[in-house]
């Protein structure tokens, strides 16, 4: 079986849908599944179709031209995925293990559609975890002096590795905006507080000196403003006076780790489409 | 504007969304909202389509003549609903006044689309709240000996008001089979407990006796066996050992008046496809 | 049977249990539920004790005295609080029905421990739900050129009244630093957003404009800064794309509705003890 | 710093706080944390003390002498715990990884205080994931004919490791009544379903077919009785018509792990006290 899955974005109007379809029908793909979304303010219209092509009647790039014809005549933008390659992903990590462990326990498992070929680091302490499931582990040390040097061997790296997706699961290292600019929409962060509450550092023990009753975390693409970025996700956890600082980071943890796991396998397949600083998450 | 709301259920098969929405735009009705979902066991196709009839080329009649035509060919079903045609809605009660007191505000303050021309009791200690929103009170008392005369005269009341739905808000009496199966997929019911646990009466107190620690409600749709009929919406709240019966019922309360609000907007929004002993919720 | 809670707070020291739970023990005070926390930071020592004085030996003043030099001693507070003695209760309101219409059905079914002698609002809207529930609607209209004297009215009628509590069930006028710290740790507060972020005006919007995927509410206490106050309750729910700003405020007025009425419930209860800027909320 | 936690439960009567309170102040132990219950039917009385006795004035055989004598005298049961003693704990798994890898990890994060000396499973294929934590793995295949002798090495290896705890983390092998009853209390099983509902095999295709829109788990200790142990901690999730049988296990693997391991923990922590078929849970 040979999937597609289509994301089309365009001005609202008539027989979107009707049209697009139709074209699918015609040539002999069959509609899994269809999504849309109308953003009510601009008047935006979003799409997600997943096709089986299994028993397309043209080849695959004559049906891309047709759509591609629609499209123009529609002052659409589409893009095309096919699940069966799946995305390369690259972890960054510092000091956590726990969204790490996740991700690594999920891909294993076969929850997480994707490769991952590596793990990078500004520490060495998490190297024996990635040794546990047999992927390469980058040990990139960050001075102030080196920063500019590690975020070259990075781009160096993910460039050999083909990466698609950045994951920073909990890497405490600012990227410059030049490189989030150059990976706009292919940066996922876990942000271990329920933003737009609770930005940058040690949001959890501004989480208890304001007497917070839920502490929570938060999965967004990574934008040069820092924590401003699209939100995928978001979950909470119920605190009370009793949670000192160390228990709240504990409770966190749980969630952060949830959150971020499910931003990346929503993002892996193919499910998210960006509107300007809002995410659609379509469910299949 | 003039709205269509199409429920349309077939054996899966190629070009079901194409084919429908084509007739939809080759005659200007603009579809708003279209969601599909396939049962993979049975390989059933269920859609909802909500479209803006105003600029509509053909009389509706003509329309639901082509679209009729196409639904014969697909051995499929369909429904039309104008959500311009509030439904009727009779409440059912007893004792408990949560339930009531939410639909009745929520109705007020317009989030449930629907008219209430009744509210129905075998007891007489509610009335007071139908007085408070305006609304017809019928007391029907109810002995062993009077049910089967109680029952033929709440289904004249309900014929002569043109009742479409049936909720019941904590209806602390068993509908006859006959009378549920003649209204079958237009009873609502509240129970007081997370189904499939906790059937039938006094689900708080078996629920403490069990030592749960977490209570819930589920509305659902009745059917002549007991608690069995499809799930529309479910939720709980966490209790502890602190909590006694009593206060366990009052935890209860919030979640029971929630979810059959809840369940009762989607019914009235016809956001509800049934697939046998399961529901299809969609979203919008 | 006649009872008294105890609220006792003192620098951490040895011996603090032993000592209030021994004077109670001797003169026949019984013991029904104690709490106790201990603030890590500052080691401020935290307790409520309810008892039961039915077979108290000596008069109710004895006793007080006997544990006032214990108090002495060891550099305490202590209140004393007779739950038979209604705390009175202010509730102001200004468009929004759903706070009010919750605190008032849970009024009428005994949950809250409290009289309402008034209703207090800026509009006149709400006016026809006093009347449903019997309570007084006091109507005081501001304009910036009146504001002082309309606190003037208002200080008047809880004086008049004796009111304990005031609950701003969604009233939309800040009151001035003077009233609100003369009524310091007596003012609960609904936050139609999810503090510390979103505060001010239009919260929902600002969520939405975000683009988060949970909205919530807070109650506090109110103090001089807008929305600063120690936090009591929170509660989210989950939103995503397809909520609009109107459906934001539709999920979110259960959620507003249900913290309300379980923070003023705590308060009554005098399960509430203040540490500073954070609370301290016990069970029962 | 030497710690002492101290279970006590007895018939309700006058002064039980009191008089344990003064014995610990009087010879110099003091009290960190006190949480009591009385439960309301049979008025039974139960109580947790956390003391620190780094400034004891007396030798801990005295204390426990001296608390031994009030104990009698009250009719009382008084259990011992000290925090340094960790509990010593064997996890029990057959195929499914993610709720062992969930308390390895947290075991290795710090998170459970306790040893963990041995991994038992009816299966070789989690081994490798022992092997990743460095702890002992036993392989003891079990048939029909070979279950009794299975049995018996389990005991004679738990006797070997002095084990405390038996966490069964989705072991699917039914234990002996013989078994279950020498280890009454001292082992935790992690059921895939939301108890009452949907005890046995296959939880999550009763689930499904029965159309729940919730899912969940339950961590409960083990009685002879299949499923119907006390209760430690139950949680859920979410889903909808769009959950496959599949999706609803990949759903409830996050719960699932989530609760078994704060289970686990409040056990370890000694926080649980049993009451018959339920269980007090406090907090710290």
Redo the contacts between chains.
Sequence with gaps: MRHLILHINCPDQ??I???F??I???HGA???????????DEKLFFMRIHANLSSLTISEDALKEILQALVNKMDAQIHFYFPENKLKVAIFVTRE??PL?DLL?KHQ?G?LPCEIPCIISNHENLKEIAG?FNIPFHYLSITPETKAQQEKEIRELLEKEKIDLLVLARYMQILSSEFVEDYRGRIINIHHG?????KGNNPYRKAW??????I?ATAHYVTADLDEG???????VSV???H?VKEMV?AGR?IER?VLTSAVKAHLEHRIIL?G?????F??
């Design positions: 008539r027989g849908i009707a049209q379809t139709s699918l029908y015609d069959n509609v899994l599944n269809l999504e849309q979304h109308v953003e009510p293990s726990a462990y326990i498992s929850e546990q329920f933003l737009p509450a609770f000196e304001r007497g917070v009753k839920m929570g699209p939100i995928i996700e978001q979950d909470v009370n006076h009793q000192s504990q749980d949830r509107d600083r809002r995410t659609i998450i469910h299949s």
